[in-house]
């Protein structure tokens, strides 16, 4: 039967387009991807309410290659879509979907600032970290990595925008949350050393050369065991 089978073709390049990008093939990754994001479509034109999630997905997984591909105006375009789906999901179920916006949010921040729009980067970040905060009253101890990542982003983005004094805060809580999480799981230890990166650079614009200092060499410790 034509078309049976396509909602199993999508999941699969899909799938497939995961693979590759985490074998650095991201142009091979791009073109898995994008033909998943187009069975998606068209499934959804028939069946929204069963496959806009995935389409969305699907959307952040193009956003995602496309930057790692050095296209970063490409990857805004579907950036952008995902995060208009996620946020019309989001509205109908938020205990579902607003983690899901959240990460969407989050991706989309950091195509901006790879873009040089930072005023732009930084409201989306600051709606996923204002998503985590309100996740985490509902969720105690979900979403911790995603909202530390979302932090250290944060205080990218204010360093970018010469609001060094607000860049602290966001990239001390980063830290303080990653190390709290690589105790128990060593996997978290390369998103800790980018955090303390992160607390290096907001401290030492601010004077705090003792804790710029300190956040290096806690990165140099966290890399050597890696």
Same mark, same amino acid.
Request: net charge neutral.
């Given at each position: 039967?034509? =078309?049976?089978?396509?909602?199993?073709?999508?999941?699969?390049?899909?799938?497939?387009?995961?693979?590759? +990008?985490?074998?650095?093939?991201? %142009?091979? #990754?791009?073109?898995?991807?994008?033909?998943?994001?187009?069975?998606?479509?068209?499934?959804?034109?028939?069946?929204?309410?069963?496959? $806009?999630?995935?389409? %969305?997905?699907?959307?952040?997984?193009?956003?995602?290659?496309?930057?790692?591909?050095?296209?970063?105006? #490409?990857?805004?375009?579907?950036?952008?879509? !995902?995060?208009?789906?996620?946020?019309?999901?989001?509205?109908?179920?938020?205990?579902?979907?607003?983690?899901?916006?959240?990460?969407?949010?989050?991706?989309? =921040?950091?195509?901006?600032?790879?873009?040089?729009?930072?005023?732009?980067?930084?409201?989306?970040?600051? /709606?996923?970290?204002?998503?985590?905060?309100?996740?985490?009253?509902?969720?105690?101890?979900?979403?911790?990595?995603?909202? !530390?990542?979302?932090?250290?982003?944060?205080?990218? $983005?204010?360093?970018?925008? =010469?609001?060094?004094?607000? !860049?602290?805060?966001?990239?001390?809580? +980063?830290?303080?949350?990653?190390?709290?999480? /690589?105790?128990?799981?060593?996997?978290?230890?390369?998103?800790? %050393?980018? @955090?303390?990166?992160?607390?290096?650079?907001? @401290? @030492?614009?601010?004077?705090?050369?003792? /804790?710029?200092?300190?956040?290096?060499?806690?990165? !140099?410790?966290?890399?050597?065991?890696?």
């Amino acid at each position: 039967v034509p =078309g049976r089978y396509r909602p199993e073709l999508a999941r699969s390049v899909a799938n497939l387009g995961i693979r590759l +990008a985490d074998l650095s093939r991201s %142009a091979d #990754a791009v073109v898995a991807t994008r033909q998943a994001v187009t069975i998606y479509s068209d499934l959804t034109r028939s069946n929204p309410d069963r496959y $806009c999630p995935d389409l %969305a997905t699907s959307l952040d997984d193009l956003g995602l290659r496309f930057s790692a591909l050095g296209q970063p105006a #490409a990857a805004l375009q579907v950036s952008q879509e !995902a995060v208009s789906i996620h946020r019309e999901l989001a509205a109908g179920d938020p205990g579902r979907y607003l983690p899901r916006l959240a990460t969407s949010l989050s991706y989309l =921040g950091t195509i901006l600032a790879e873009l040089g729009r930072r005023t732009a980067a930084l409201s989306a970040t600051e /709606e996923a970290v204002l998503i985590y905060r309100k996740l985490a009253e509902t969720h105690p101890g979900r979403y911790q990595a995603e909202r !530390a990542g979302a932090l250290a982003n944060l205080s990218r $983005c204010l360093s970018a925008l =010469g609001r060094a004094d607000e !860049a602290l805060a966001p990239a001390r809580e +980063a830290v303080s949350t990653y190390q709290e999480l /690589e105790k128990p799981n060593p996997r978290f230890q390369p998103y800790l %050393a980018v @955090s303390l990166d992160v607390l290096a650079a907001a @401290s @030492s614009s601010v004077g705090q050369d003792a /804790e710029a200092k300190s956040a290096r060499a806690q990165a !140099a410790q966290v890399r050597e065991r890696l």
